[in-house]
C-alpha cells in the first residue's frame, strides 16, 4: 500500500489490516501477549539479531500493535510510529527521548496544561530547564536559544486559545542549529495537517481522542522518520513503555470511521462557533477558522480541516450565572477529554497558566467540543443555557 497514491481518506480503511493473513476476516484479531513462544534455540537467537522483524515479546511487539504501528506511520508517512498508553506518556517520552541533563528547551505558553506541569515538576530533577515562549512567536524563536537549547515543543492550535503556530516558520529557524522540533498534533490529526511534511521531527498525538473515537480508550502515538524515530521507539521499549491489545484493537477500529467522525465534528462546531460569535452573551469565539482567532492566516496556508473542538469567551457575569449555563445542558457533558461521538463542555481558565504572554481577558473561558449529534439539536441545548444564564443574571441584580 505504501506506494500508492491514495488519499488519507482511502488509507484509513485499508492501513494495518491484512484479512488473507487472518482467514479473510475483515478486523485483525486480537494478540493478547506477554511470552512469545520460539520454536527451537536458533529461532531464539535469531530473534536478538539485528534486523529480526518477527515477534520477541509481547511488551515489545505483537501482531496487534504492529497493525496500529503500521497504520499511523502511513498516514503521517513515517518510518516508526510507537504506540503508547495514553497521549501524556506520549508526550514526556518524547521529552524524555530528545534532551539530556544541563538542555534548555523551549515550550509554547499555550501547551496542553498536564504537558506543562510534566515540564516543571519532572524535567528539572534530571536538570533540564523549560522556558515557555509566545505561540505567535515564529522565526524569532531564534532570538530564545542557547548553546544548550536542545528542543522546541509545538502544539497548533495550543490548549484552551486555540492559536495556530508558524511550524515552518519555527522549524527553519531552528534547524541549522541542530535544534529539534516535536509538535503534539491531537487536534488536526493527520488528516488536516502533518508536521513531518514541514520538517517537524517528532509528531505525538493522543489516540484518545479522535483515533479511538468513542471515550472509552487512552492510548497516544509518537511517529517520526529517520534515526530520531527508531531511537524514539527503542527507548520507549527500554522504558517498558507499551499499550494495551483491548486499546490497540479500539484504536485500529476507530480508524475506519475518523475521516467521517472528524469532518461531522468540525462541520458542527464551525456552524455553532458561527452561531455563538453573534450571540449578545459571547464576547469572542476562540477557533482557527475564524479570521480573528491568533494565526488563521497560517491556518489557512497550511491546514486542510478544522476539528471540533474550540472556545468562546462570555462577556463578565456573576459566577451564579455561568454555573446556570453550565448545570441543565441536556446533550454538553461537563468533563475533560474530547474526539469522541458526544458533545462537551468545560470550563477554561488560562491565566493562572500562561506565563509568556499573560491571559487579562475578563468573562469566563468556555471550551466546547462537538460531537455527533445533529447541530440544531446542539444549537438549541446552548440556547437554553443562555436563556438560564439571562436569568440567574436577573435573580443576582434583584437580590
Ligand atoms: C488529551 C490531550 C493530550 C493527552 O492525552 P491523554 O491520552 O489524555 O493522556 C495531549 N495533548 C492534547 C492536545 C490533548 O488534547
Redesign the pocket.
Known amino acids: 500500500m505504501k506506494d500508492q497514491k491514495l488519499t488519507p481518506q482511502t488509507k484509513l480503511i485499508h492501513v494495518g489490516r491484512d484479512p488473507h493473513a487472518h482467514h479473510g476476516v475483515v478486523n485483525p484479531p486480537i494478540y493478547r501477549a506477554s511470552t512469545i513462544l520460539h520454536p527451537t534455540l536458533d529461532a531464539w537467537e535469531k530473534a536478538w539479531q539485528p534486523g529480526f522483524t518477527g515477534y520477541r515479546y509481547g511488551r515489545r511487539e505483537t501482531p496487534t500493535s504492529r497493525g496500529v504501528e503500521s497504520a499511523i506511520c502511513e498516514l503521517y508517512g513515517g518510518d516508526r510510529c510507537v504506540a503508547v498508553c ?6 514526556s517520552l518524547a521529552i524524555l527521548g530528545l534532551c539530556k541533563a544541563g538542555d534548555h528547551i523551549l515550550v509554547t505558553d499555550s501547551v ?1 496544561g ?2 506543562r506541569i510534566f515540564c516543571d515538576e519532572i524535567l528539572p530533577q534530571y536538570g533540564v530547564s523549560t522556558e515557555y515562549y509566545d505561540p505567535a512567536i515564529g522565526s524569532d524563536i531564534s532570538k530564545l536559544l542557547r548553546p544548550e537549547t536542545s528542543l522546541v515543543y509545538t ?1 497548533s492550535p495550543g ?1 484552551l486559545t486555540f492559536e495556530i503556530q508558524d511550524i515552518p516558520a519555527i522549524v527553519n529557524a531552528v534547524k541549522q542549529h541542530g535544534v529539534k522540533v516535536i509538535s ?1 498534533n ?2 488536526a490529526t493527520a488528516l488536516y495537517f502533518n508536521p513531518l511534511d514541514h520538517g517537524v521531527d517528532v509528531v ?6 479522535y483515533i479511538s473515537g468513542h471515550s472509552d480508550v ?3 502515538v509518537i511517529v517520526g522518520r529517520g534515526d530520531i524515530a527508531q531511537q524514539i521507539y527503542s527507548k520507549a521499549k527500554m522504558m517498558g513503555m507499551c499499550c494495551g491489545s483491548e486499546e490497540l484493537y479500539s484504536a485500529q477500529r476507530g480508524l475506519r470511521t475518523m475521516a467521517l467522525r472528524l469532518k461531522q465534528s468540525g462541520n458542527t462546531g464551525f456552524k455553532i462557533a458561527e452561531w455563538l460569535a453573534n450571540r449578545p452573551e459571547v464576547a469572542r469565539v476562540f477557533h482557527p477558522a475564524f479570521p480573528n482567532s491568533p494565526g488563521h492566516g497560517i491556518w489557512m496556508r497550511d491546514f486542510s480541516g478544522c476539528s471540533g ?1 474550540f472556545s468562546f469567551q462570555l462577556y463578565p457575569v456573576p459566577k451564579a450565572a455561568v454555573a446556570a449555563f453550565y448545570d441543565n445542558l441536556s446533550l454538553f457533558g461537563i468533563g ?4 469522541g461521538y458526544e458533545s462537551l463542555v468545560m470550563p477554561a481558565n488560562p491565566v493562572d497558566i500562561r506565563t509568556a504572554v499573560s491571559w487579562d481577558e475578563q468573562g469566563a473561558l468556555i471550551r466546547l467540543y462537538t460531537g455527533l449529534e445533529d447541530a440544531m439539536d446542539l444549537l438549541n441545548d446552548l440556547e437554553r443555557g443562555f436563556t438560564r444564564m439571562a436569568e440567574a443574571c436577573r435573580n443576582v441584580a434583584a437580590s
Open positions: 495514553s497521549g501524556m506518556t506520549a508526550i496542553y498536564p504537558t502544539e490548549s503534539d491531537t487536534w505525538v498525538e493522543a489516540a484518545t481522542k487512552l492510548m497516544g473542538l475533560a477529554s474530547w474526539g
